[in-house]
Every structure is written in C-alpha cells, then in structure tokens.
C-alpha cells in the first residue's frame, strides 16, 4: 500500500482549517492543521511533510505567512508550500514566490477541486526535482568510477576500499606507481562522498618550487614578499567545504610539512605575511609513489605527519600485476581518444592484443593511454595492428610463420613447424579466454579434450 502523502496546513480560522482537512483527506492526503505559526513551527521541528499551506494574516499579524514560508526556505527548502490567502496583493505574491511558494490561491476558492490540483502539482514537482537531483548526483558519481576500468581481483580490492570509506571524514593515503590512477581514486572519493557539489582541487606537490609551494597552499596577503600586490586565497581555501589532493606529498619540504601538520591538527590554515589564521573544512588525500616508511625512518619525512596523512591507506597496484585488465582498458581508452579525435573507435588485432598482454608497462595506465591514442592516431586500417604500436611493444607480437612459396632445397622440420605454430596459437586462445580451456578450445575449433591433450604435449601450462 502506497504511503499517503502528509500535508501541514496552517489557519487561524478554524473552518478554514476543516475545510482544508475534509478535502484534502477525501483526496488521500495525511492532514495535520496547525492554528498558528508557532504551532507549526513545532510541528515541522519534529516532522517532516510533503506540503504546507498557510494562511498569509493570522491574527493580528499580517505577515505571519511569510514568515513561515521564510523559516521552511532557511531549515526545509525542499518543503514545497502553498500560500493561501483573503488580502492578496502582487506585492505579496511575488515576496511568498520569493520564498519558496510553489503557489499561490487566493480565497474565496473557486471550487475545491483548485485546492486537490494545486496541492497535487506542488508534491508532483518536488518528487520531480528530488529525482533530477539524485539522477545528477548518481550520474556524477557513476562518472568517476565509470573512469576506473577494471575487473581484475587486485583492482577490485581498491574499488571496494573506495567504496566503503568515501563517506569517512578520514585522511586517505593513495601509494602506488606513476601512472596506475591514484588522481582517479581520489576523484572517486570525492565524488562518493557527501562533499561532491564541493570543490576537489589537486596539486603536485613535486612540481612547484618550495617558496610558491606554500603561498599556493595557504595563500598570502598583499606586500608579503615582492610581487604580491594583492591578497590571493590559497588552494586549502578554494577547497573549503571539499576535498584537497596533495599529489606526490613525498616531495614537500620538511617546513612546509610542520605547517600541514598544523592543518590536520586545528583545521585552520595561515596565509603567508598573515597574522590571523582562517578555518577551513577539508578533507585531506595525499598521494605518492615514494616508499614514506623510508623516509621516515630516514628522516626525509616527519614521522607524525605520516601517521596523521595515512589512517586509511589504499594502494593501487601496477598494471602488470592487472593483466585481466589490460584489454578492458585498452579498448576504454579507445573510445575516450576516438571521441577526442573526432573519429570512430577500432578494434584491437589479435596480434596487437596480444602485445599488450605481453608488455611489462613500467609507465602503467598513463602509458598504455598514450601508446593507444599513437595507435588510433597512426593507423590506417579497420583495426589497430602490430605495425600500430611502438617498437618496445612490436618486440612483445607473437612471431609471424613465413610459408615458403616451396619447399626450400635443405628441407624443412615438418613436425617441429606445425608444432610451433600450434604452440604459439594456443597460448593465444589462452590469453585471449582468460585461461579459460572450454572458450579457448572454442576459439581453436577443438574439443576441450583435444587442447587438455595439446597441453600435456607441449608441456604448456594452463594456470
């Protein structure tokens, strides 16, 4: 049984009141009425309704309405609310609709059907502009994991992570290699929290200079070093209310690591030739592909800073240990450049997919994207082939058989060919099936009787 929607209605004329109550209860509605507006202010502090309609003068106060309608757009603007009223002016209607009134009647009423539609076209819109709103917020949230591509059980295990802690107010602390994504996840636990409509800003910590570094962080008023003819915000003020990354924290200098110590400690942060120090609300990401355990123990990196930086760690893996995930990336990343470049998306030859496979990627995620737009950008046929692919990765194509066109004077070995080429084709299928034997034996045109017989032969393992 579906819930009846409640309706808070408020009148000092007590007919008024049950007239409101019969109609609006004979259309379905839950009807609580209130005889003031102190009495309805007690009534929304302790519930919540899906409309309210007031009276605009109630008892001698000619303004008691509007002054409901002002407190619902300060605590429960998503309330819609009817005001309703004898002394109608346009002055008064363009101040209720001001407020927050999702309408406006004027009494005496037409019929009584004017008062069902009008309160069914207020609830209507509010249901509509909560679902919008959960749609775009579901959306953007969806948008960043979207971007983390990935079945792999390593990567799943991250997914999980962010996941479960993005809602904490925790510091988060993303380890892992150039290029594996750590700016990805910290979007992800921005976009997952409840800080999403906030600002998420980043800054590399290795690539600016110790001296910029900390006005960029904290700002600086004006005349505190040459050049600074004005008062400038910094970043930790930019993000307030939302998140801040500090990508490759291992790189901040030992004294600009006391003063982000102090910010995890307070939540205040002082501009540079400040003297008053300003609160902000941030949470705080950190990323790094540096080992701080060694730092600290080598005294590169204060040892209280990393415990406060590191209460949840997430550490992303390389690709190599993501093979799964290599050709779900890649075709991803296919049709993010195809988009870019304005052109359709391709498809990966088998040879070429195998390279992929194959390849150590020492440059991760960021250089399987690069080496994929070279290809689409470079190739000239339906498909990205071998020939598409930089020379490091060509090294890792399975090698071509040459048929002679005969048969070459000194002979050949027969057995040793077919088995090489059979060798080869099925460490392809392999691959290409996740090391499944029943869609591999599939793809050879063999029983999975035949290839588990291949196998033991050739001494391949299946694993």
Same mark, same amino acid.
């Given at each position: 049984m579906a819930t009846k929607h409640s309706v808070l209605v408020v009148d000092d004329e007590l007919s008024m009141r049950e007239l409101l109550e019969i109609v609006l209860q004979g259309s379905g509605y839950q009807v609580t009425a209130a005889g003031s507006v102190d009495q309805a202010l007690a009534l929304l502090k302790e519930t919540e309704y899906d409309l309210v309609l @007031?009276?605009?003068? +109630?008892?001698?106060?000619?303004q008691a309405g509007l002054r409901l309608l002002a407190w619902l757009a300060e605590n429960t603007?998503? @309330?819609?609310?009817? +005001?309703?009223?004898a002394h109608g002016t346009v002055e008064t209607a363009v101040e209720a609709m001001r407020l927050g009134a999702a309408d406006y009647i004027e009494k005496p009423f037409k019929t009584n059907d004017e008062i069902r539609l009008r309160a069914k076209r207020a609830i209507a819109e509010r249901n509509l502009r909560r679902e919008n709103e959960a749609l775009r917020t579901e959306q953007a949230r969806r948008g960043r994991m979207d971007s983390m591509v990935g079945k792999s059980p390593a990567f799943q295990d991250v997914l999980a992570m962010v996941r479960r802690v993005a809602g904490l107010p925790s510091t988060v602390a993303i380890h892992g290699e150039s290029g594996v994504g750590k700016e990805?996840?910290?979007r992800a636990l921005h976009s997952l929290s409840s800080r999403?409509?906030?600002?998420f800003v980043a800054i590399n910590c290795g690539g600016i200079p110790e001296t910029l570094l900390e006005s960029e962080l904290f700002g600086y008023k004006k005349g505190a070093f040459t050049g600074a003819v004005e008062d400038k915000e910094g970043l930790?003020?930019?993000a307030n209310g939302g998140t801040i990354l500090l990508?490759?924290?291992g790189e901040?200098?030992?004294s600009l690591q006391v003063k982000l110590l102090r910010v995890l400690d307070n939540s205040t942060i002082t501009p540079v030739g400040g003297t008053t120090a300003v609160h902000v609300d941030v949470r705080i990401l950190s990323a790094t592909n540096r080992d701080l355990d060694a730092m600290v123990e080598g005294g590169g990196f204060r040892k209280d800073l990393y415990y406060r930086l590191s209460v949840i760690p997430i550490n992303v893996p390389p690709l190599r240990n993501r093979h799964d995930d290599i050709p779900l990336l890649a075709h991803h990343l296919i049709r993010k450049h195809a988009d870019n470049m304005g052109c359709s998306p391709k498809e990966l030859s088998p040879e070429a997919e195998l390279a992929l496979l194959r390849y150590p990627w020492p440059g991760n995620v960021r250089e399987l994207g690069n080496v994929i737009e070279r290809a689409l950008a470079l190739s000239s046929d339906e498909s990205i082939g071998v020939?598409?692919?930089?020379?490091a990765i060509r090294d890792y194509a399975p090698e071509s058989i040459h048929i002679e066109d005969n048969l070459p004077q000194t002979g050949i070995d027969l057995e040793a060919l077919v088995a090489k080429i059979e060798v080869d084709y099925i460490r392809q299928a392999l691959e290409r099936a996740r090391y499944s034997q029943l869609k591999a034996a599939s793809l050879l045109g063999m029983t999975p009787r035949s290839l588990r017989y291949r196998l033991q032969k050739y001494g391949l393992n299946a694993d």
């Open positions: @007031t009276d605009l003068h +109630m008892s001698d106060d000619r603007p998503g @309330t819609p609310s009817i +005001m309703i009223t990805l996840v910290a999403t409509d906030k600002p930790f003020v930019v990508d490759e924290i901040m200098p030992m020939t598409d692919l930089p020379p």
